[in-house]
C-alpha cells in the first residue's frame, strides 16, 4: 500500500519502506508454500535488523528463487552472480561498488564455493557497506573511493553445505547474515496450484498423480547421474501441460479459414 507518497510493505511485523514510482509486474511468481512463508519472514526479519540473508539447503529447494521474488515483491532489481573459486577480493569490490550505488539487491549462488581467504576480505566490504546503510549517510568511503549510497542495497548468499569443494565459512561473515535452512518442497501443493494457475479444472487429483510419479521413479529406478527427479523435472512436466492446454484452447476457439472468408463476405441486401 501506498502511505505519504512512499510505497509500504508490510510482513507480519517486519515493515519495509521505499520509494516506487512505477512497478510492472513481468514473469511468473513462486507458489507461497509454508516453507516460503517462513523464509520471507526471516529474509524480512534480517533486512529490519540491517543483516543479509542467506539461505542454505540442497538443490532445487527454491533458494535463490525465493529471493527473487521477495525482491520483484518489493521492487528491487536482484542480480544473481554465481561465484566459483576463481574469484578474488578485487572483482568482488567493483561488484559491491556498483552494488551499493545502484540500491539493487544480489544474491550470491554457491557462495561457499569461494576459497577462504577471499571470504574473509568479503566480509569486511559487506561489513563496510552495512555499517553506512546504519548511519544513515549519502556517500560513503569504500576503499578510497567515495561512492553514492541508495540504502536500499543489501546482499543474499546461498549454500549448499557438505558438498565437496564448499568453503565453511568465517566467524566474521556468519555474522553478517541470518540463516533460513531450506528443505524439500511441498510437491504437490506446488504442482496443484501451478496447474490450476494453467487452468486445469482437475488439479489436484493431476498433481498427485505427477508426485506420485517422480517419487516412484526416484525410488525404483536405478541412480544414475543424468536422473534427476526433483522439483526441476516437476516444473518442466507443469510448464508444458500448461503450454499444450493453452495452444489447445487457441486450436478450439480460433475460427476456421472457411469462417474467416465468410465473415469477409458482404452480406446481401
Not at 565453511?168 to 511441498?186: G, I, Q, T, W, Y
Amino acid at each position: 500500500f501506498f502511505l505519504n507518497d512512499t510505497a509500504t510493505t508490510e510482513y507480519y511485523t517486519e515493515q519495509i519502506v521505499g520509494s516506487v514510482r512505477c512497478v510492472q509486474e513481468t514473469g511468473n511468481r513462486l507458489v507461497i508454500t509454508p516453507l516460503t512463508d517462513r523464509c520471507y519472514r526471516t529474509l524480512c526479519g534480517a533486512m529490519d535488523l540491517n543483516y543479509g540473508g542467506a539461505p542454505e539447503g540442497p538443490a532445487g529447494t527454491g533458494k535463490t528463487e525465493t529471493v527473487k521474488d521477495l525482491a520483484k515483491a518489493l521492487a528491487r532489481q536482484c542480480v544473481v552472480f554465481n561465484c566459483s573459486d576463481g574469484l578474488d577480493y578485487l572483482a568482488m569490490e567493483k561488484f559491491f561498488k556498483g552494488l551499493a550505488s545502484s540500491g539493487a539487491w544480489s544474491s550470491f549462488d554457491e557462495f561457499n564455493r569461494i576459497d577462504l581467504e577471499v571470504l574473509s576480505v568479503i566480509a569486511q566490504q559487506i561489513l563496510t557497506i552495512q555499517l553506512a546503510v546504519a548511519s544513515k549517510v549519502n556517500d560513503f568511503d569504500f576503499y578510497g573511493v567515495i561512492i553514492k549510497l541508495k540504502p536500499t542495497c543489501n546482499v543474499f548468499i546461498t549454500m549448499n553445505p557438505g558438498y565437496a569443494g564448499r568453503s565453511e565459512l568465517p566467524d566474521n561473515l556468519k555474522a553478517l547474515f541470518r540463516s533460513v535452512a531450506m528443505m524439500v518442497p511441498n510437491y504437490g501443493l506446488i504442482a496443484e496450484i501451478r496447474l490450476f494457475s494453467f487452468g486445469f479444472d482437475d488439479a489436484r487429483n493431476l498433481s498427485r498423480k505427477i508426485v506420485t510419479t517422480y517419487k516412484l521413479c526416484s525410488e525404483q529406478l536405478s541412480s544414475q547421474d543424468h536422473y534427476d527427479y526433483g522439483m526441476r523435472a516437476v516444473n518442466s512436466v507443469l510448464v508444458a501441460a500448461g503450454r499444450n492446454l493453452f495452444y489447445n484452447c487457441l486450436l478450439y476457439t480460433s475460427p476456421s479459414p472457411r469462417d474467416r472468408q465468410k465473415s469477409r463476405m458482404p452480406s446481401s441486401a
